[in-house]
């Protein structure tokens, strides 16, 4: 089976930085993947790592280390509207070469002023 | 652009009726969308995978009996909830990726909220 570990809530001040970690284990690997979700909303794409080391896309940045199983989300200057869900996800190719994601336990991050 | 819409956004049924639920790509075509359901403050959890012109693909543990999946065409994906009784009350959320995409990022729709009384 899979599984992907999230630290359940975490809280940060306002212009504060923050790291949501993951863990994984899966029987296949093709990428860890980021997505944010707001109350009541649609998850959105963040970011995406295929391969080892820092992705940068603006304040959020997403790091790789597949020989650790291991990734992270890295939230920089953060405001308010950044209160949402953060979940990892990995791209699981079934057989039949359908790809699916299979999401992590999520971490509630809590901005304040 | 690779927007996907909801229909309805929410409902509420009484316990031991169906309820169907659309799933549109609008501005890109999908041979393949993903269902989800998301209980309150919990993760998405996969439970199928929709695929046009064929049988849709269940996760273990989901009844294909009791969530019929239907993908008549490359922008339209339902799902129906048959018998439903309050436990199915969930968000259920579904996924597209345009075709030729490289999957490194899915579409998600607005979801829709089931409440069973």
């Known amino acids: 089976g899979q599984s992907l570990e999230q630290p359940s809530e975490v809280t940060a001040v306002e212009g504060a930085i923050v790291q949501i970690n993951c863990t994984y284990q899966t029987s296949g690997f093709y990428g860890l993947s980021w997505y944010q979700q707001h109350d009541g909303g649609a998850p959105t794409f963040l970011s995406y790592n295929a391969l080892d080391g820092l992705e940068e896309t603006g304040r959020f940045s997403s790091f790789l280390s597949r020989s650790d199983s291991y990734g992270y989300l890295l939230l920089q200057e953060l405001q308010m509207k950044d209160s949402a869900s953060y979940f990892c996800?990995?791209?699981?190719?079934?057989?039949?070469?359908?790809?699916?994601?299979?999401f992590g336990t999520g971490t509630r991050l809590l901005v304040s002023p | 652009g690779a927007v996907v819409s909801q229909h309805p956004s929410r409902v509420i049924c009484k316990s031991g009726t169906s309820v169907k639920i659309e799933c549109r790509s609008l501005?890109?075509?999908?041979?393949?969308m993903f269902w989800y359901r998301q209980f309150p403050k919990q993760s998405l959890m996969l439970m199928a995978t929709s695929n046009e012109g064929s049988k849709a693909t269940y996760e273990q543990g989901v009844e294909k009996d009791k969530f019929l999946i239907n993908h008549a065409s490359l922008t339209l994906s339902t799902l129906t909830v048959t018998s439903a009784h309050p436990e199915d009350s969930s968000f259920y959320i579904c996924?597209?990726?345009?075709?030729?995409?490289?999957?490194?990022?899915?579409?998600f729709g607005p979801g829709t909220r089931l409440t069973v009384l």
């Open positions: 996800a990995v791209r699981d190719r079934e057989n039949t070469g359908f790809q699916k994601l299979v």
């Open positions: 501005d890109f075509q999908a041979t393949t």
């Open positions: 996924s597209a990726t345009p075709l030729g995409w490289d999957h490194n990022e899915q579409f």
